[in-house]
């Protein structure tokens, strides 16, 4: 008797306390116990089919049948699909095989959630968005641009082989969610990639990818012709040029039937492109159109461009793309960056995206936290992209207007060849919400990130809801502490964890320096984009202009970013403006200090694994929203020769401190000590 309850005793430990090292994430299912039925009608056989199947005699639980049906329904559009249920019994049924995979995973997903559909219902689902994709900024070498999650999945040095358990994983993830395509290499691309040596090991990723309903794009080089082959120009007007695209593209799709296209940053950042040959971003745009069109394949043209030094880099994309307006192939997709200036913690929707009426333009998303904590931070994506959702929405414009054109979304992935991919559990949700809302931009933050956690960690309602309110917090938390009240770019010069609003060395582009931005100085902060300054507002629709150029009506969220703000302006608080970006610092530590207690506080429901590295990463995100604010207010005070409000608490730290020491992601302990006692 003894020795069993010794063994009930081990068991249950081993049962509570199961190593969990998030690498199933959202798939945590629970294998049934007899597999499930399932019958599959008026389809041939195939892989795809063949994937829905075995998840769901794999992992449904309850009784009954599951039938999946092929079957031309005009309810549905792309690759959504119809789910009915008759006592128990349930039929999927879609245009398409992969309809029918999405229609197994929402199925599931049902089942994960508690939110099975009720006998006599129907369940009607299809994406908004046609294409839905991922882009990986992995480098040959198998580093990752702006990655905080280990190395490439795609990519080692060039040579050697992929590991297929890990891709094969990664497309089964992406498809439960509906993504449906990925960039595999780095935007900045290295012209390698379209040599044979890559092509073909990529041809392997391919042909893993396919049967989820994931395509496989690259990143292309502008000047690939000129480095990899002997053409002495990348002119898109040349025809020996625009004969070398056609073959290469040609070749690719003998390799991967069903290739995607090609992503372009160009004349960017030091990119090549066809400026540099006197032509337009469209010629080199329809360049490369022209070749994909007889396979099918698009071309996402980046329009993330700004010059050097220029008075205003929100102005530029804009000024840029604007006069091509109706000069692209129907076949290119302009990918826009959410905001005008380059995925900072808030910024207002870029004016592209009002605007262009004659070109298909997509929204790029960063799913991978560059700007907004890196691996450390937890910062919920999904309430800051439905933000964007929302803004658009307001007016007439080109996302949610019924067109002919195609709809397209990407984000900047944050996977690395790290056990849980993300890097941290947290930022494992991005990539979740990327996913789910991009099949549906209606979502809201609440929504995905109950069944997010409901599905990662547990569905016990004392969790799910505090969890819940917690994630949603977390994106105005960052807010908070790093750049409220419409600052940015105020990050650390060479990288983008830390706080440097001071960096400005002799020699580097004034626009790659803080102070470009927040123009901190004895009057204000803030930059005048008004018409008595850059006149950006101008590039919004009148119905948005003339309140953001009111200083009295701009909302608040974005004042510095569209004001150079007197110090003692009148908030809507009766607060002044220095007074309001002290409360706003401080309101950012505690909701971040808010975190740790509330994650102690569920403790009890997750894993000890979990529980203890998550834990860790709340208390550093405090002590970092600390040092952002000390920083920050500490450096601006020397403008605004204020005093902090009565109710601040006092800083940790002296600036001088902060200017010697560069907070940086892998620099913890060091931080930790370096702190005034
Ligand atoms: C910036 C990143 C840089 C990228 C660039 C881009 O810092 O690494 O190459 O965006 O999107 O945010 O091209």
Not at 61 to 85: A, H, K, P
Not at 209 to 226: D, E, K, Q, T, V
Request: charged share 20%.
């Amino acid at each position: 008797m003894k020795n069993l309850t010794i063994l009930c005793l081990f068991f249950s430990l081993c049962i509570t306390t199961k190593a969990e090292d998030g690498h199933s994430l959202w798939l945590r299912m629970i294998e049934s116990k007899q597999s499930a039925t399932v019958r599959i009608d008026n389809a041939m056989p195939s892989a795809t089919l063949d994937i829905a199947a075995d998840e769901l005699e794999k992992y449904w639980r309850q009784s009954g049948n599951i039938y999946l049906q092929l079957s031309d329904i005009v309810s549905v559009e792309n690759d959504g699909f119809v789910i009915t249920r008759k006592g128990d019994n349930f039929s999927i049924t879609a245009p398409t095989e992969l309809g029918l995979l999405y229609g197994a995973y929402e199925l599931l997903r049902q089942q994960s959630t508690d939110n099975i559909i009720k006998k006599g219902g129907t369940f009607i689902s299809h994406p908004y968005f046609q294409y839905r994709i991922l882009n990986h900024w992995d480098n040959l070498n198998g580093t990752i641009e702006r990655g905080f999650a280990g190395r490439s999945i795609f990519s080692k040095d060039g040579k050697t082989s992929i590991n297929s358990k890990i891709i094969e994983e990664y497309a089964r993830a992406n498809a439960s969610i509906g993504i449906n395509g990925t960039v595999v290499n780095n935007v900045n691309a290295s012209p390698q990639i379209l040599t044979d040596a890559n092509l073909f090991r990529l041809t392997d990723v391919a042909n893993i990818l396919r049967p989820y309903g994931i395509r496989l794009y690259l990143s292309a080089n502008f000047a690939s012709p000129m480095v990899i082959d002997t053409l002495k120009t990348a002119d898109p007007l040349n025809p020996d040029v625009r004969k070398w695209w056609a073959e290469k593209v040609d070749h690719i799709y003998k390799l991967i039937p069903d290739f995607g296209g090609f992503l372009v940053k160009a004349n960017s950042e030091g990119q090549p492109g066809p400026m540099d040959f006197g032509r337009t971003h469209a010629d080199g745009a329809n360049m490369l159109a022209d070749a994909l069109q007889p396979y099918g394949g698009i071309v996402m043209w980046r329009a993330f461009v700004y010059a050097a030094d220029s008075p205003d880099r929100a102005n530029q994309a804009y000024d840029e793309f604007m006069p091509l307006d109706g000069k692209f192939r129907p076949n290119v997709i302009l990918q826009v960056k959410n905001g005008p200036i380059d995925f900072q913690p808030r910024e207002p929707v870029s004016p592209l995206f009002y605007s262009i009426r004659h070109t298909n333009i997509m929204p790029e998303f960063q799913i991978t936290q560059e700007y907004t904590g890196e691996n450390v931070h937890t910062c919920f994506l999904a309430t800051m992209w439905s933000e964007f959702f929302n803004e658009v929405s307001k007016a007439d414009n080109a996302l949610f207007r019924d067109t002919e054109g195609t709809t397209a979304i990407a984000g900047v992935a944050n996977i690395g060849d790290s056990r849980n991919w993300c890097g941290s559990d947290m930022a494992q949700a991005n990539w979740y919400a990327f996913g789910r809302l991009a099949w549906n931009p209606n979502s809201t933050d609440k929504q995905i990130a109950s069944e997010w956690l409901m599905q990662t960690f547990s569905k016990a309602p004392d969790f799910v809801e505090p969890m819940t309110t917690l994630l949603c917090q977390t994106h105005e938390a960052v807010v908070n502490y790093m750049m409220p009240m419409g600052l940015h770019h105020i990050f650390a010069g060479n990288h983008h964890y830390g706080p440097e609003p001071w960096y400005a060395p002799k020699g580097v582009r004034s626009d790659w320096t803080p102070p470009y931005y927040h123009k901190a100085d004895s009057i204000g902060l803030g930059f005048d984009r008004t018409t008595t300054g850059s006149s950006n507002v101008l590039q919004y629709p009148n119905s948005l202009s003339k309140d953001l150029n009111d200083i009295h009506k701009c909302p608040e969220k974005y004042l510095l970013y569209f004001h150079h703000t007197p110090w003692d302006f009148k908030m809507n608080n009766q607060k002044t403006m220095w007074e309001n970006l002290c409360l706003t610092y401080d309101e950012g530590i505690s909701q971040a200090e808010g975190f740790v207690k509330a994650w102690q506080s569920v403790e009890q429901f997750i894993d000890h694994e979990r529980y203890t590295h998550q834990l860790t990463l709340f208390r550093r995100q405090a002590n970092d929203a600390w040092w952002w604010r000390d920083a920050c207010l500490l450096y601006f005070q020397q403008f605004s020769k204020r005093p902090f409000p009565t109710t601040c608490p006092a800083p940790r730290h002296t600036l001088q401190e902060l200017m010697k020491f560069q907070l940086r992601m892998d620099n913890y302990t060091s931080a930790e000590k370096f702190k005034t006692p």
